[in-house]
């Protein structure tokens, strides 16, 4: 993963792809797209972004969401490995730029310095 992330920072940050981590579900925007393994019937289109190190709390905050008839804009798996290909910050960031955000959810783990650092952003 480290080879990786040192060969993509190579590039012009324009011209960058976004990695997101070896053990990510993946990363859906209901309407547009979808890469992984997120089960997509309960992902409606709305305003409110996820991040989640384990898939499945993703999973299920967007089920929460489904059944209170509350949208997503985008859903994001990093995994719950120790070195990510995206950090919570950098998602962040993401997600405050985004017109079709107005609120995130963010579902870390006890003791995990993304998540400290996150704290930190806001």
């Known amino acids: 993963m480290m080879r990786v992330k ?3 920072k190579g590039f012009e940050e324009t011209e960058r792809m976004q990695l997101i981590g070896p053990g990510s579900a993946g990363i ?4 547009k797209g979808l890469v992984g393994v997120m089960p997509s019937y309960f992902y409606n289109e709305g305003n409110v972004g996820i991040i ?3 898939g499945t709390l993703g999973f299920e905050a967007a089920y929460q ?3 209170a008839d509350i949208g997503i804009s985008t ?3 990093v995994g719950s490995e120790t070195i990510t ?3 919570f910050v950098e998602l962040l960031k993401k997600f405050n730029a985004d017109d079709d955000t107005k609120a995130i959810i963010m579902l ?3 003791g995990g310095l993304q998540e400290v650092e996150a704290a930190r952003y806001y």
Request: no cysteine; net charge positive; proline share 5%.
């Open 6 to 8: 040192r060969y993509i």
């Open 28 to 31: 859906i925007s209901p309407g």
């Open 75 to 77: 859903s994001v798996g």
């Open 52 to 54: 989640a190190r384990a």
């Open 108 to 110: 870390g783990e006890i």
């Open 85 to 87: 290909g995206t950090s």
């Open 65 to 67: 969401l489904y059944k």
